[in-house]
């Protein structure tokens, strides 16, 4: 799993879960979010429990 050092209530934050946030302040959208994440899967359930909806997102693989 990747981190990033970013800091949350004493603890480490997830990459996924920074891509979320994004997301969520919507400077990101999801398919560019979904794209660059380590675990798309993991990626979709935060998204779902935060009720951005995710069903139609196709994962592609990020290029750099």
Do not use: C, W
């Amino acid at each position: 799993r990747f981190f990033v050092s970013m800091r949350k209530m004493g603890g480490m934050v997830t990459l996924n879960q920074s891509l979320a946030n994004l997301v969520t302040r919507q400077m990101i959208s999801v398919d560019q979010a979904m794209a660059r994440a380590a675990e798309p899967d993991e990626l979709k359930g935060i998204l779902t429990k935060l009720g951005v909806a995710v069903s139609d997102v196709v994962h592609r693989t990020a290029q750099y």
